[in-house]
Nanobody
Framework: QVQLVESGGGLVQPGGSLRLSCAASGSRFSISAMGWYRQAPGKQRDLVAVIDRGGRANYKESVKGRFTVSRDTAKNTVYLQMNSLEPEDTAVYYC?????????WGQGTQVTVSS
């Protein structure tokens, strides 16, 4: 079993920045990939960014150049640095961890971009 603890959401003005963190803990687990999804009201949950064991990252097209996903393997922690935030980025952001046998989700953290 893997537990995920997210932090870093909040309210920010357009053009601002936020950094999300997600720490995974548990016993005897091997992480294949970590990343972030988001879900805006009335919309489906979409992939934002994911990084695999080798450090390769993939991004949702609309966040390329603005968001950066990174991973601290020793701490089993994934980060999402979000710059140049836009109102369209407003959503609940969910941490996502993939192991060889299961998928785990964080509890979600609200990001609101508004003036």
């Amino acid at each position: 079993q893997v537990q995920l603890v997210e932090s870093g959401g909040g309210l920010v003005q357009p053009g601002g920045s936020l950094r999300l963190s997600c720490a995974a803990s548990g016993s005897r687990f091997s992480i294949s990939a970590m990343g972030w999804y988001r879900q805006a009201p009335g919309k489906q949950r979409d992939l934002v960014a994911v990084i695999d064991r080798g450090g390769r990252a993939n991004y949702k097209e609309s966040v390329k150049g603005r968001f950066t996903v990174s991973r601290d393997t020793a701490k089993n922690t994934v980060y999402l640095q979000m710059n140049s935030l836009e109102p369209e980025d407003t959503a609940v952001y969910y941490c996502h961890v993939l192991t060889p046998t299961a998928i785990y989700w964080g509890q979600g953290t609200q990001v609101t971009v508004s003036s």
